[in-house]
């Protein structure tokens, strides 16, 4: 673990490609992951963790397959919200946004089950990339 200040405007910097998340520090079992998002993700469900958004910059959109129905939530720069456990969701970013979560370590990015994984994703693992 680092034992010095990560600036995240550094650790963003230091990578393009979207829908990657990188992990920037741990506490305790968690990984604390940045991405840069544009366009849209795959509907995905982590069936044994919920998952924590916070948008650092832009605009996240999450929309949420509930027992209710189909709901998206808007996310604003410097908002949060976390996702429940089991709850099938698909990020999206119109304009592009760069975001931090909160997940346990191995957590795969694309869930336990997920939708086809397109071109602009990085899911060569499915696992977040260390910084």
């Known amino acids: 673990m680092n034992s010095e ?6 650790a963003l910097a230091s990578f393009d490609v979207l829908w990657s998340p990188r992990i920037v520090t741990r506490v305790n079992d968690y990984d ?14 982590h069936e044994d963790t919920d998952e924590f958004f916070l948008v650092l910059h ?8 509930e027992p209710d129905g189909e709901r998206t939530v808007l996310l604003p720069q410097g908002a949060v919200f976390t996702v429940p456990r089991g709850t099938e969701h698909k990020p999206h970013a119109p304009s ?8 346990p ?8 089950r997920h939708d086809e ?4 994703v990085d899911a060569t693992t499915g696992h977040a990339l260390n910084i």
């Open 5 to 10: 200040p990560i600036p995240l405007s550094k």
């Open 105 to 112: 370590t191995g957590t795969p990015t694309v869930g336990d």
């Open 117 to 120: 994984i397109p071109e602009h």
């Open 58 to 65: 832009g605009e996240l959109h999450i929309s949420l397959r």
């Open 96 to 103: 592009g946004a760069a975001i931090l979560m909160f997940e």
């Open 32 to 45: 604390v992951r940045i991405a840069k998002v544009e366009g849209e993700h795959v509907w995905h469900v």
